[in-house]
């Protein structure tokens, strides 16, 4: 067997993977086809590049779910957590990141790397069959000629879903005579996102707008493709209910504006650069036409002159049928020298990507090396996100998540004492459990990286 393994996509999971790999002492070809072809969301060619927001949301690792992912991906030597740290922004309790910076880190650390080949070029369907071991992380835009490839070979047909980017506005064209600087409740420093207010009045004229603007239009193919629901574009949460909005990502708890009276829905943006020159609209992804989000968004108090660095848009994300079609250690049972890692396996959110690809590297460094690496526990983080998406879930109406608490096996509802442990108290629970049940897999980790030359 070869120790050169083909990565195929630089993305997050890719990268991630390639690392992995490299680290435990084996050549790695990571196959990028951007610029050589180039996507419907991706803007440059850096491998990394994060293509919706810049947050890799909570680094609460007490109590959420995808902060002790954090936590747990730090101790196992992820790649993109180490860089993700060296380019953070002020966000409040979530770690975002500069994603110019960050990508740059992430391009360089895998070009510096004595063991890693970086090839543009696409991987047009499934890889040769003299490549051993490849790692498919093409994440949710595959290109047609690979997801083809994964539909003849699993038998499959692909599951797919419509993901929404938000706009990113000038920092400079913010009226902050009608914004103010505060993170809700005062996280983080406080000070970490912009807030543009708006009266119940506004508030309503701006659900009317969004519900009755020209938005894209959608090919025949895609029309029977559902949403996921953790990216909703923000005109279809408005279409389910005048309220939702001001109920969802413009709620005006914890935020007290300086310049009036209480709001009655809040816009925040957030810092998307390590200037602090761009700041995203959160929760604002979308489909409306771009002249439509112009207009629209500038009727936000506080956004009447905004000057857009990016409008929202939309793209198609694929994924397989992760329970049916892949094995325990990420495999595919059709064809196990190949593995697949990143949302292509039907994980959702940058951190589960970089997991997935953390996790599928390892597995396929200690197969080459004849080496024991077990999943890791169910109880941790890792474990649960890797379970959902080779068993865990319902094949049946399997669908892309974020990992969260209740794909973990739930832990005791009383205490020693008896006394019942629920609210925030609980979920420290999973996050003390997963900690211990962390440690002898990392020692298994540390031991297959410790024999790389």
């Known amino acids: 067997m070869t120790r050169t393994v083909h990565v195929i996509g630089g993305g997050l999971a890719g990268s991630e993977s390639a690392w992995q790999l490299a680290n435990a002492g084996l050549s790695v070809i990571l196959h990028e086809m951007r610029p050589v072809r180039t996507t419907a969301a991706h803007q440059t060619d850096g491998l990394a590049e994060l293509v919706c927001s810049n947050s890799l949301r909570s680094d609460d690792a007490d109590y959420n779910a995808v902060g002790l992912l954090h ?11 180490t860089m993700a740290d060296a380019h953070k922004v002020p966000a409040g309790g979530a770690l975002a990141v500069d994603r110019d910076g ?24 499934l890889p040769p069959a ?37 706009p990113i506005v000038t920092k400079e064209s913010v009226d902050f005579s009608k914004a103010w600087f505060q993170s809700r409740y005062d996280k983080g420093t406080g000070s970490d ?32 493709t559902p949403y996921f629901e953790g990216c909703l574009p923000i005109e ?15 709620k005006p708890v914890g935020l ?54 990016r409008l929202g848009g939309l793209h198609r994300n694929t994924f397989v049928n992760g329970p049916r079609v892949l094995d325990g250690f990420l495999r595919l049972k059709a064809q196990p020298r190949l593995r697949l890692a990143g949302q292509v396996t039907g994980c959702e ?14 597995f396929t460094a200690a197969d080459i090396l004849g080496r024991d690496l077990p999943p890791p526990p169910p109880l941790t983080a890792l474990g649960a996100l890797l379970a959902h998406v080779t068993g865990g ?61």
Request: aromatic letters at 8%.
């Open 71 to 81: 936590e747990e991906m730090r101790k196992a030597g992820s790649l993109i957590l």
């Open 236 to 250: 279809v949460m408005a279409a389910r209910g005048r309220d939702t909005l001001a109920y969802g990502p413009m």
């Open 349 to 362: 959110g940058y951190v589960e990507s970089a997991a997935i690809g953390l996790l599928a590297g390892l």
């Open 130 to 166: 003299e490549w051993d071991n490849a790692i498919i992380a093409t994440g949710p835009l595959t290109s047609p000629a690979m997801a083809e490839g994964l539909r003849g070979l699993t038998g499959e047909e692909s599951l797919a879903f419509f993901d929404a980017i938000a």
């Open 256 to 309: 007290t504006d300086p310049n009036g009276p209480k709001s009655f829905a809040v816009v925040q943006l957030r810092q998307d650069n390590a200037l602090g020159t761009l700041y995203n609209l959160v929760g604002f992804q979308t489909k409306l036409r771009h002249g439509e989000q112009a207009r629209i968004f500038r009727s936000i108090p506080g956004l009447e002159q905004a000057e857009f660095a």
């Open 193 to 224: 996102y912009i807030n543009c207010p708006l009266t119940k009045d506004q508030y309503y004229a701006f659900i009317d707008g969004l519900i009755a603007a020209d938005k894209v239009d959608f090919h025949d193919w895609e029309k029977d």
């Open 393 to 453: 879930a319902n094949a049946e109406t399997y669908q892309p998540m974020n990992i969260n608490f209740g794909l973990f096996p739930p832990p005791p509802e009383r205490d020693d004492n008896g006394r019942r442990v629920k609210g925030r108290d609980r979920k420290k629970l999973y996050s003390v459990r997963a900690r211990e049940a962390l440690v002898p897999w990392l020692h298994a980790v540390e031991s297959l990286r410790a024999e790389a030359p």
């Open 102 to 125: 960050f990508s740059q880190a992430v391009q360089s650390a895998l070009s510096g790397h004595p063991r890693v080949a970086i090839q543009r070029e696409e991987v047009a369907g």
